[in-house]
């Protein structure tokens, strides 16, 4: 590999003027001499140590995006986004996977310190109600070693965060179907720790204002895979007779129309359905999902906007609040006996 220091020998010049040159460093030297350089460093193939330059002005260029699952859709339209918002403004990404499992993300933090990112777009990996107190030790250490952070959904503190109300998401898509004549309404949750359990206040409040107390018998809890929500639809059919079910993700929404399918369950006519985030697969499946979404664009541009504030010192840590939008699809109708259809019973 060609150095500074060939191309230097080549011209019988000082290393440290070549350098200069090729980094372009304000010192004076004759345009002549700048010719020189540039072209002999062109014609010999030398090509700068980006790292090196990146490290000498205290920038790596480099920002890592840690989350707890990849195959998990709203993760893996949401890197697209975020990842796309950061390569525009000059930045390398370093993507990180946790696989949920919360010593995983530890490991990563160690990593991300020594490799001295600019920043870190932070996704917590939470599974059980423990998790929470290592989360919040995670970002501490990145912070205590000086490395920016933007959480995501969570509040850690002194640090940024771009949160949406999925409280309100989950209300709205639950009034919506209360406002189609439907009182039994099942509810798939998620993992025990996390937005979850704004999900599920925002599905047990429309209840209780419509003069409806929640039930724990049309309550289940699935772990934000297809399968999972299959199953947990399959429980609720036989043990609740539900004519909606509201899923917290959109790979369990699409578990419910699976198991309704197996049971020669129509959707939307003996069942209502919807889930939370969106995906391409929202729209091939059929009937395509009525779906809470998330504004993923929004989220990206307010990720990169505080980034580049706590990466330049600009702003105290500052919270964006989002709202997510209901999209009306054909996976829900009013409810069977409103339209005076005897409801199955299974």
Known sequence: MVTIYDIARKLGLSAATVSRVVNGVDHPVSERTRRRILDTAGEMGYRPNTIAKSLSRGRTQTIAILLPSITNDFYTQFVDVVENKISGAGYSTFLCNTHRDISRETAWIGTLIERRVDGVVF????VKPGDNAQNLNNVRELSRHGVPVVAIGSHFGAVSQVYVDTYEGSREAVEYLLTLGHRRIGFIDGLSAGTSRRRFRGYADALKK???????????????????????????????????VFAVNNNMAVGVLEAAREQKIQVPGQLSVIGFDDSPVSQMVYPRLTVVRQPLEEIGKAVLGLLSEAIEGKNAPRVIRLKPQLIRR??????????GQARIRF
């Open 123 to 126: 996704c917590p990996t939470r």
């Open 210 to 244: 419509h003069g409806i107390t929640p039930d724990p018998l049309f309550q289940v809890h699935g772990d934000l895979s297809f399968e999972s929500g299959r199953q947990c639809a399959l429980r609720l059919l036989r043990e609740a007779s539900p004519s909606a």
């Open 330 to 339: 054909d996976s829900c109708a009013p409810e069977p006996e409103r339209r």
